[in-house]
């Protein structure tokens, strides 16, 4: 009989380099992003630059071979969140989400690639849901003191966005793929329309993005289902 715990780490391996290439792409689409609204934003030529340094630095990661990709994603994530500490007031609100995905990219697969799975951990699916309801959670609380006006369109936003955090607790992981896309839509949303407001959808469209990426890369299979498929091939073996 074939040891299922030796079976399971070469999948693991596998997830977890796959969950770094996901999340470097991200990361590297964050900050294209970032980049462009940095410059739209910014009244400077040298301010400009800088978002255009920050997305050529977010490609790094994904130029390197995958033996030390997580030595310089961990690298990559330390410098962005020194650009968000030290730079410029616009510059760092738009540079924190994208210091935020860095390190989403740095730590998670190496949890991954030691057995970590969302799907058997609540308490971990919880703080997903916690932190995809609170921008809702957020402007509801706002409605209902007056300081936010909310029309038909925001409530239906609130609450597609409180159902994604409900579902995702609950173990669904279509709701991970929902908020990841959502999330990046309303990133690409707020970089198209000038309109909207910048830092607060900027910032909820990569929270969505984050978590809902993050969650879907680190899924995996509940500890009991892992199990009972490892024992079902053993039986197959002769």
């Known amino acids: 009989m074939t040891d299922a715990r030796s079976d399971q780490a070469p999948a693991a391996d596998l997830r977890a380099r ?5 999340l470097q792409v991200a990361v ?4 294209v992003l970032s980049a462009v609204l940095i410059a739209r934003l910014s009244v400077s030529v040298a301010v400009g630059a800088v978002g255009i340094a920050i997305a050529a630095l977010t490609l790094v990661p994904l130029a390197v071979p995958a033996s030390v ?5 961990l690298g990559v994530a330390v410098v962005l969140t020194a650009g968000a500490v030290l730079g410029g ?16 990219a740095a730590l998670v697969p190496w949890r991954v690639a030691r057995g970590f ?9 919880m703080l997903c849901a916690i932190l995809i309801a609170l921008p809702a959670l957020l402007l509801v609380a706002g409605a209902l003191s007056g300081t936010v006006g909310l029309e038909l369109l925001g409530w239906t936003i609130v609450g597609i966005t409180l159902l994604i955090a409900v ?5 669904l992981r279509s709701a991970a793929i929902v908020a990841a896309v959502l999330g990046l839509v309303t990133a690409l949303l707020t970089v198209i329309i000038p309109g909207l407001l910048v ?3 900027w910032w909820a469209g990569a929270l969505l993005l984050v978590i809902g990426l993050a969650a879907l890369v680190a899924w995996g299979v509940r500890p009991g289902a892992a199990a009972g498929l490892g024992e079902g091939l053993a039986t197959l073996e002769p």
């Open 199 to 201: 830092i607060g959808t």
């Open 18 to 22: 796959r969950a770094s290439l996901a």
């Open 69 to 73: 990709r997580t030595r310089t994603a």
């Open 117 to 125: 799975a969302l799907a058997g951990s609540l308490p971990w699916r």
């Open 167 to 171: 579902c995702l607790a609950a173990g």
């Open 28 to 31: 590297c689409a964050l900050g």
């Open 89 to 104: 007031t616009d510059t760092a609100f738009l540079l924190v989400p994208v210091a935020v995905l860095a390190w989403v």
